[in-house]
């Protein structure tokens, strides 16, 4: 599993002509960025994205979908952003509804406007490629293999790093501007990171007992930490303590299939994780994880869903 996911930063692939078809408009509701639907500036914003999904076939081919908020009748997705670039990542979005993406090729975070809307910004990370994308006010961490880094709309200005740290998995920022990372260290074993305030040093974290791999993580509004079990069945919830690079245990639960990424929405009632076994996305109770519904309407199933994010 290590060397597949040091594999998953740089992975390019050929692309099948079916898959250049369907990044040109062959799925319904896809469209190029910067393109609306025909409806859009109508539409009312209970109407629009309230979750965005990204999916991909390597690192040449990736989509990001936009459903309603609460899709318990499987409907198809509202819009889509085409011709995206990247791997096994993990997407962010703001209050606003902006979306961020990070492109695994050439080392930028591309912000597209609220509902699928136009290419808004592209802020270049002159510390290395990025995969994933985490945010706190203004701040946004762009996460490469090795690194994180601090940046703004107008660009990024220092690295967060540490010695130890063999390739990252993902990062979060609790609410206090710590920023907290899951990675393989030189030996392969899993490890959480913290950088206090989102500064350097890093501090290697006790505590942390996630199995198999590093996990996608998330905070919630109560600074809970939240990590998925990465390609398996598990998620397990943390209480940290940044002043002492500690996490204690709270609970581990099991998942409804094999997943990636998560996302909570606003109130904190419901988590929406990528389900990696089926293409699909599954919808939890939370805390409790108590499953409540899955839907997979119009994702392609050529493509693996990756990251996943609530706007509202």
């Known amino acids: 599993m290590k060397f597949q996911l040091v594999a998953r930063r740089s992975a390019v692939v050929l ?26 500036r109508e539409a009312p914003a209970a109407a629009r994205a309230g979750v965005y999904v990204a999916q ?6 990736g989509i990001v979908f936009g459903f309603g908020a609460q899709d318990r009748k499987n409907k198809a ?14 997407i962010a979005a703001d209050p606003a509804g902006n ?6 090729q050439n ?8 509902n699928c809307g136009s290419l808004i910004a592209t802020l270049s990370d002159p510390y290395g490629s990025d995969s994933d994308v985490a945010l706190h006010g203004s701040t946004i961490y762009a996460v490469g293999s090795e690194h994180v880094a601090v940046c703004t709309r107008k660009g990024c200005t220092a690295a967060l790093t540490d010695p130890s740290i063999l390739q990252l998995e993902t990062a979060a920022v609790d609410s206090k501007g710590n920023v907290w990372a899951s990675f393989y260290d030189q030996q392969g074993r899993i490890s959480l990171m913290v950088w206090r305030n989102g500064a350097m ?9 996630n199995q198999n791999t590093p996990g996608g993580l998330i905070f919630d509004n109560h600074d809970n930490l939240v990590s998925i079990q990465t390609r398996f069945f598990h998620a397990y919830a943390y209480r940290c303590d940044a002043a002492a690079s500690a996490c204690t245990s709270t609970g581990t639960f ?9 996302a909570l929405n606003a109130q904190n009632t419901d988590i929406q994780v990528t389900d990696y076994a089926n293409d699909s996305v599954d ?22 869903v990756q990251g996943i994010a609530q706007t509202r």
């Open 15 to 40: 692309i099948a002509p079916a898959i250049l078809a369907a990044c040109a408009g062959g799925p319904p509701g896809v469209t190029p960025p910067g393109v609306h639907p025909a409806w859009w």
């Open 56 to 61: 991909a076939n390597g690192a040449a081919d």
């Open 77 to 90: 997705p509202r819009c889509s952003i085409g011709n995206q670039k990247f791997a096994d990542t993990a």
């Open 99 to 104: 979306l961020y993406l990070a492109n695994v």
């Open 107 to 114: 080392g930028t975070v591309n912000v597209y406007g609220p």
């Open 201 to 209: 040093p890093g501090h290697a974290v006790s505590g942390y007992v």
């Open 254 to 262: 099991t998942l409804h299939a094999a997943s990636l990424f998560g």
């Open 283 to 304: 919808v939890y109770a939370y805390p409790g994880f108590t499953y409540e519904y899955s839907y997979d309407s119009g994702l392609l199933k050529t493509s693996s």
